[in-house]
């Protein structure tokens, strides 16, 4: 195998190693410290013929907070940071990188899990009452 064979074949693993890299972190949550060993991992499966490396499993982080004691009326704890929000959208997004959906998924949530306080979203929905919103308009006489 010539020198140039060499380049080529390494640069295409490199550039292979990277998308598969890629494509993994686009679907898991892998910590900031351990991607360096994903990716010596993925291209070491890629150079031996039989693939049998193991990729490493992210380990299953536990929570700031129990999940129980993370709604309470007035404020919902984030899992992530254990800070406490009446809205909890926002912060996940921003500060997390998460969307709701995944972060449900990624603590084990129900679906239905709220992401706003339940006193908070009661008080917007009183709200919205009071303003007349979700009434249907009163027909115009012509």
């Known amino acids: 195998m010539s020198n140039e064979n060499r380049i080529e074949d390494a640069d295409k693993l490199?550039?292979?190693a990277a998308a598969i890299t890629a494509a993994y972190l686009s679907n898991h949550v892998v910590p900031v410290?351990?991607?360096?060993?994903?990716?010596?991992?993925?291209?070491?499966?890629?150079?031996?013929?039989?693939?049998?490396a193991v990729l490493p499993v992210a380990e299953k982080r536990k929570p700031a907070i129990?999940?129980?004691?993370?709604?309470?009326?007035?404020?919902?704890?984030?899992?992530?940071?254990?800070?406490?929000?009446?809205?909890?959208?926002?912060?996940?997004?921003t500060n997390h990188a998460l969307s709701p959906e995944a972060y449900r998924v990624k603590w084990a949530l129900p679906?239905?899990?709220p992401?706003?306080?339940p006193a908070y979203s009661r008080a917007r929905s009183q709200l919205a009452t009071e303003m007349g919103l979700g009434q249907?308009?009163?027909?115009?006489l012509v």
Do not use: P, W
């Open 33 to 52: 410290n351990d991607i360096a060993n994903l990716i010596i991992s993925i291209k070491s499966a890629l150079k031996t013929k039989s693939g049998s």
């Open 115 to 117: 992401m706003v306080a």
């Open 14 to 16: 490199v550039q292979l």
């Open 111 to 113: 679906a239905d899990y």
């Open 66 to 93: 129990s999940v129980r004691k993370s709604l309470q009326d007035d404020r919902i704890t984030c899992l992530e940071c254990g800070e406490a929000f009446k809205s909890l959208k926002r912060h996940i997004i």
């Open 136 to 140: 249907r308009r009163k027909k115009r």
